[in-house]
């Protein structure tokens, strides 16, 4: 089955991944900015970085059919440091028309400090002066269930923010009610440490339904599974759901959330014409 990986950090894959994506149906990923496994020293080596998720990756995923798309910020981890937060921001709209770039993210919390809070709310305003979607990470596991409500209750407060156009990402059972309900979009990380196995996915998509909810492997340095998507596509034919549902929760969610920027386009497929889902 052709599906989108909507989180995917493939500056730390190897170019046999781009390769198993793609023989595995992998037709687009979005890669959001992250920690890089450590900490920059400078706002030039976010500068590099951006030229990296701009200009490299795309063409890595080209070679094997995959469309690149990707998110710009300082990640919440970083973000601790104010002064260096504040440079990058900065210098982000010198990316913002570039063709791949869909939005700002993966901004959020990491430890919920103040420091990451004030960061985050400038990153939103950012992006609702520059028209941009916005991805959100959410701590993980002890810090999950209170950062994830203080997101929610710093975005409840701005008042320019279209909620159809912000994905909130890493979403586990005790989280994804609250996002849902708020009106944004939701992601489920399948990871093989923390966050959710492809089981526990599939048990929310049972509780919750398919409605704003995607799935992503978020695959980056640490122990992680890129092929994940397929992992959760496998479980859910297992459980005898129907190919319509599969399909819509791997590649129409995803394909509909980012369609809602002008510079996702796709080609689909599975359709004779193209562009149709
Ligand atoms: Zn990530």
């Known amino acids: ?17 781009y390769e198993t994506l793609a023989r595995m149906g992998c037709v687009a990923i979005s890669e959001p900015a992250f920690w890089a496994g450590f900490d920059r020293g400078s706002v030039d080596g976010f500068r590099d970085y951006f030229r990296q998720l701009t200009e490299v990756e795309p063409k890595r995923a080209a070679q094997f059919g995959i469309k690149h798309f990707t998110w710009l910020c300082i990640n919440a981890k970083e973000a601790e440091n104010v002064e260096l937060s504040r440079e990058v921001l900065a210098m982000i709209p010198e990316f913002l028309d570039c063709d791949n770039v869909l939005g700002i993210g993966e901004i959020g919390l990491n430890r919920n400090t103040p420091n990451e809070a004030t960061i985050f709310q400038e990153h939103v305003q950012l992006a ?3 028209d941009q979607q916005i991805l959100i990470h959410t701590p993980h596991l002890e810090d999950k269930f209170q950062g994830t409500r203080m997101i929610l ?11 159809s156009r912000v994905l909130v990402d890493h979403v586990e059972e005790h989280t994804v009610k609250a996002v849902l309900d708020a009106g944004f979009w939701a992601g489920m990380t399948l990871y093989p440490v923390t966050k959710c196995t492809p089981a526990r996915a ?3 998509i049972e509780m919750v ?3 704003r909810l995607c799935v992503n492997s978020a ?3 640490g122990p992680s599974k890129p092929t994940a998507v397929p992992d959760l596509v496998m479980e859910m034919r297992r459980r ?10 791997v590649y129409e969610n995803p394909y509909t959330f980012f369609s809602q920027s002008k510079k996702f386009e796709l080609r689909d497929p599975a359709s004779r014409n193209g562009f149709d889902v």
């Open 1 to 17: 089955m052709y599906y989108i990986d909507p989180h995917l950090h493939m500056v730390s894959r190897t170019t046999d991944d």
């Open 128 to 130: 609702v002066e520059h």
């Open 153 to 163: 209750d710093m975005l409840g407060d701005h008042s320019g923010i279209d909620r």
């Open 202 to 204: 599939v048990d929310i």
């Open 209 to 211: 339904g398919s409605e």
């Open 219 to 221: 695959g980056d340095w």
């Open 240 to 249: 005898g759901h129907a190919e319509s549902l599969i399909r819509k929760i």
